[in-house]
């Protein structure tokens, strides 16, 4: 019979608590949709459900497999940029729009496009390999295998925790984004952000020296 174990349990939630508690394309995302309180149940599931499967898998030794394979790096790399700057783009007309975010009825995503964003903003950033997989699957790997199972669990754990809070704590900010100009405030700002990440792929696709 197993014993839990807290060491390794702790040590892989503050080492992924520290990776994913950041501003970024998919927190942001998580973070809007929560202060429209549009489909938060569901994002946050998915996002959750992500992390703790490619956190798996890196433990399990897929991380040294995709760090092996330039070419799947690029692809990411260069679709990532590609999402990011088109929704970027999309933010920054938000911002002109005059009343665009005042929540309405109809106005919302639907649960599909909902679920697609979420599906682009997880699985088409690099970044989220570099951290769950190949960061998480590294540290995980080097625990002693006994106790691996627990590294996983509390890894996934704070996975969990961060997405429910960000997605159903959004709302204490509800008050602050009762007026149009806040939403113009929060849309530049994702807009920038995925911009800027956007820009970031690209010039570490372009300057990567190849093998």
């Given at each position: 019979m197993m014993i839990f174990d807290p060491t390794p349990f702790l040590t892989g939630f503050a080492l992924s608590?520290?990776?994913?508690?950041?501003?970024?394309?998919?927190?942001?995302?998580?973070?809007?949709?929560?202060?429209?309180?549009?489909?938060?149940?569901?994002?946050?599931?998915?996002?959750?459900?992500?992390?703790?499967?490619?956190?798996?898998?890196?433990?399990?030794?897929?991380?040294?497999?995709?760090?092996?394979?330039?070419?799947?790096?690029?692809?990411?790399?260069?679709?990532?940029?590609?999402?990011?700057?088109?929704?970027?783009?999309?933010?920054?007309?938000?911002?002109?729009?005059?009343?665009?975010?005042?929540?309405?009825?109809?106005?919302?995503?639907?649960?599909?496009?909902?679920?697609?964003?979420?599906?682009?903003?997880?699985?088409?950033?690099?970044?989220?390999?570099?951290d769950t997989v190949l960061l998480m699957g590294t540290a995980g790997a080097a625990q002693p295998a006994d106790v691996r199972p627990f590294f996983v669990a509390g890894a996934i754990a704070a996975s969990f925790l961060w997405f429910t809070s960000l997605g159903y704590g959004a709302r204490i900010l509800a008050p602050l984004f009762a007026r149009p100009v806040a939403w113009r405030v929060l849309d530049g700002l994702v807009g920038v952000t995925m911009l800027v990440l956007a820009g970031s792929l690209l010039l570490r696709a372009f300057l990567q020296e190849p093998a």
């Amino acid at each position: 019979m197993m014993i839990f174990d807290p060491t390794p349990f702790l040590t892989g939630f503050a080492l992924s608590a520290a990776l994913i508690i950041a501003i970024g394309a998919q927190n942001l995302f998580v973070l809007r949709q929560g202060l429209r309180r549009e489909h938060v149940g569901p994002i946050v599931l998915f996002c959750a459900a992500a992390d703790a499967l490619l956190i798996s898998a890196g433990v399990a030794g897929i991380g040294t497999m995709l760090g092996a394979l330039p070419v799947l790096t690029l692809a990411l790399t260069l679709g990532g940029a590609a999402f990011l700057g088109w929704y970027g783009v999309k933010a920054l007309r938000r911002v002109t729009v005059s009343d665009a975010m005042i929540v309405q009825a109809g106005e919302g995503l639907t649960l599909g496009r909902a679920l697609a964003a979420a599906v682009g903003f997880t699985l088409l950033n690099p970044h989220v390999y570099l951290d769950t997989v190949l960061l998480m699957g590294t540290a995980g790997a080097a625990q002693p295998a006994d106790v691996r199972p627990f590294f996983v669990a509390g890894a996934i754990a704070a996975s969990f925790l961060w997405f429910t809070s960000l997605g159903y704590g959004a709302r204490i900010l509800a008050p602050l984004f009762a007026r149009p100009v806040a939403w113009r405030v929060l849309d530049g700002l994702v807009g920038v952000t995925m911009l800027v990440l956007a820009g970031s792929l690209l010039l570490r696709a372009f300057l990567q020296e190849p093998a």
